[in-house]
T-cell receptor, first 113, second 113 residues
Framework: DQQVKQNSPSLSVQEGRISILNCDYTNSMFDYFLWYKKYPAEGPTFLIS?????DKNEDGRFTVFLNKSAKHLSLHIVPSQPGDSAVYFC????????????FGTGTRLKVLA | DGGITQSPKYLFRKEGQNVTLSCEQNLNHDAMYWYRQDPGQGLRLIYY???????QKGDIAEGYSVSREKKESFPLTVTSAQKNPTAFYLCASSMSQGLYGYTFGSGTRLTVV
C-alpha cells in the first residue's frame, strides 16, 4: 500500500513558467514533509520541508503548500529554470516516531528552454 | 567537508554471489539508512539503524543484511537470496531526530550479470 503517492510520473514546463508538483498521502499521522531533488546517477538532495503546523513554506523560488484536510502537498517552482530538470520526490514522516521517511515514486520535471 | 560516501559507484555481480556495498559518513549522524530505487517505484527502505550495534528491517529487507559496528559505517550485503538485485542503491544518514531529513550518498548501481 503506497502511503505517499505522486500520481504524475512526468511534467514538462516552459522556462520561466511555474512548475507545480503534487503529492498525496494516506496516513493522517504524517506531520512532517520533505521534497528532494534528484539528478540521474546521483543521490537526492534536500530541497524544502514543511511541518503540519504550517500550510506554506517558502525558500527562494521554491514554495511548498500543505493541505492537511485533503492530505495533499504541492511544490511550486517559480520561475522554472532548465537546471530544475530532475526527478522530485516527496517524503513524509511521523515526527514523534523514528523519523523514518516514506518516499513517493517521484515526478520527472523537464524544463524546456 | 562532511558528507556521506558510497562505494563503488558501479558494481557488477554474478548470479549466486554475495556482494557488499560500502557506506561511510563523517557527519556524526546517529541514524543511517539503505534505500533501493527501481524505475517507477520510488525509494524503498531496506534497513535502517538508529544507533551502533542496532538495526531494523525496512519494507524490503529479504535477501539483504547489514551491520553497524561503527557510527560512521553501515555496509549493506546483497546476498544470493535476493531475487532481483539489479537496482540503484542509496545510503543516507540523519541526526537521531531526523527532523531535517536525510543526507544521501551518491549511490551505487548494482548490476547482476
Amino acid at each position: 500500500d503506497q502511503q505517499v503517492k505522486q500520481n504524475s510520473p512526468s511534467l514538462s514546463v516552459q522556462e520561466g513558467r511555474i512548475s507545480i508538483l503534487n503529492c498525496d498521502y494516506t496516513n493522517s499521522m504524517f506531520d512532517y514533509f520533505l521534497w528532494y531533488k534528484k539528478y540521474p546517477a546521483e543521490g537526492p538532495t534536500f530541497l524544502i520541508s514543511i511541518s503540519s503546523i504550517k500550510d506554506k513554506n517558502e525558500d527562494g523560488r521554491f514554495t511548498v503548500f500543505l493541505n492537511k484536510s485533503a492530505k495533499h502537498l504541492s511544490l511550486h517552482i517559480v520561475p522554472s529554470q532548465p537546471g530544475d530538470s530532475a526527478v522530485y520526490f516527496c517524503a513524509a514522516s511521523v515526527s514523534s516516531g523514528t523519523y523514518k521517511y516514506i518516499f513517493g515514486t517521484g515526478t520527472r520535471l523537464k524544463v524546456l528552454a | 567537508d562532511g558528507g556521506i560516501t558510497q562505494s563503488p559507484k558501479y558494481l557488477f555481480r554474478k548470479e549466486g554471489q554475495n556482494v557488499t556495498l560500502s557506506c561511510e559518513q563523517n557527519l556524526n549522524h546517529d541514524a543511517m539508512y539503505w534505500y533501493r530505487q527501481d524505475p517507477g517505484q520510488g525509494l524503498r527502505l531496506i534497513y535502517y539503524s538508529q544507533i551502533v550495534n542496532d538495526f531494523q528491517k525496512g519494507d524490503i529487507a529479504e535477501g539483504y543484511s547489514v551491520s553497524r559496528e561503527k557510527k560512521e559505517s553501515f555496509p549493506l550485503t546483497v546476498t544470493s537470496a535476493q531475487k532481483n538485485p539489479t537496482a540503484f542503491y542509496l545510503c543516507a544518514s540523519s541526526m537521531s531526530q531526523g527532523l531535517y531529513g536525510y543526507t544521501f550518498g551518491s549511490g551505487t548501481r548494482l548490476t547482476v550479470v
